[in-house]
Every structure is written in C-alpha cells, then in structure tokens.
C-alpha cells in the first residue's frame, strides 16, 4: 500500500473508533413551587389593588405549569393570560412589547401563530439572561395592571432564580 492510502485508512479507522462527542443540554426549569407562587402573588397582589385576574405561568416550552381562574373573572381571563406568558415565553419580550411591534408591522405574520396574542400583560421569567418561562395575567382594566401584578409574583420568587 502506498503512504498516503495507509494514511487515509488509518484517519478513518480513527474516525469510526471514536466516540461521537454529542453533549447533553444542561438548563433550569420552573418548579411547581415557584410557578404556585407567582400565580398565587400576581392574583393577590390585584385583588389588594381592587382587580379580579386569573394567572398563569408557562415553562421553557410554552406548556402550563400553573394557572388559576381567579375569584369573579370571565371565562376567557384564563385562556387570555396563558396566550399572553406563551406570547412573552416564544419572543423572549414583554407581552407588551408583542403590541408595540405589532403597532410598527401591523402585517407581522407571527401574530398569527396559534397561542400569540398582541396584548400587555406577560412578563418572561429569566435565570441571568436566559428565558426559562413566563407568567401573565388577564382581568384587570389595561394590560399595565395585569403586567404590574405579574411582576410582582416574579420578583416575590426573584432569589430563587439563579
């Protein structure tokens, strides 16, 4: 055989013997402790403010991880808040932000994913700068009011966020 053949075979002989480098993914997820309290903190936190809101709070994949229909609030308050934390979990941003960039690209094609909705409400739950969920809340008059009480229940659990 001639050297350069010996080498080619010996490089793949190499290739095929060595294990295949895959790594798993490492992350942090949202525990049902943490996502009881911040539904529980947000709903709390706007009826003490005069507010009837349900409150849910959504994990890394957009799946629920707690939601409450809160005391007095329409039927649709549940489905709203969970569109809004799926909104601020999938784009990374405030629900709010979903409406500005809406207002700017009226024809902006994502918001008609299922599950998205241009509507203030929705805060995206982070560890450093990585979103690892979010929570909204749907009921109060304006999307402000929902998005304050939403804050709430993040900054109540904001040192077990690390």
């Known amino acids: 055989m001639t050297t350069r053949l010996t080498i080619l075979l010996a490089g793949a002989a190499v ?8 790594q798993l ?3 942090k997820d949202i525990s049902a402790s ?3 309290t911040i539904v529980q903190t947000a709903i709390e936190t706007c009826k003490a403010n005069g507010y009837a809101v349900s409150s849910t709070v959504v994990g890394r994949n ?3 991880l707690a939601q409450v229909r809160g005391d007095n609030t329409g039927p649709h308050t549940t489905e709203n808040s969970f569109r809004k934390a799926y909104t601020a979990r999938t784009f990374r941003i405030t629900s709010g932000e979903m409406v500005e960039r809406v207002k700017k690209d009226p024809t902006m094609g994502a918001i008609h994913l299922t ?7 929705a ?8 979103v690892i969920g979010a929570a909204g809340a749907s009921g109060a008059p304006g999307g402000e009011k929902d ?9 109540k659990v904001a040192d077990q966020l690390k």
Do not use: F, M, R, T
């Open 25 to 27: 993914l490492a992350h």
């Open 147 to 155: 998005e304050a009480c939403v804050k709430a229940g993040i900054d």
């Open 34 to 36: 943490i996502a009881i």
């Open 115 to 121: 599950n998205i909705i241009a509507n203030q409400g």
């Open 123 to 130: 805060l995206p739950i982070k560890v450093g700068d990585e």
């Open 62 to 64: 957009g799946e629920i």
């Open 15 to 22: 290739a095929i013997a060595a294990p295949a480098s895959a």
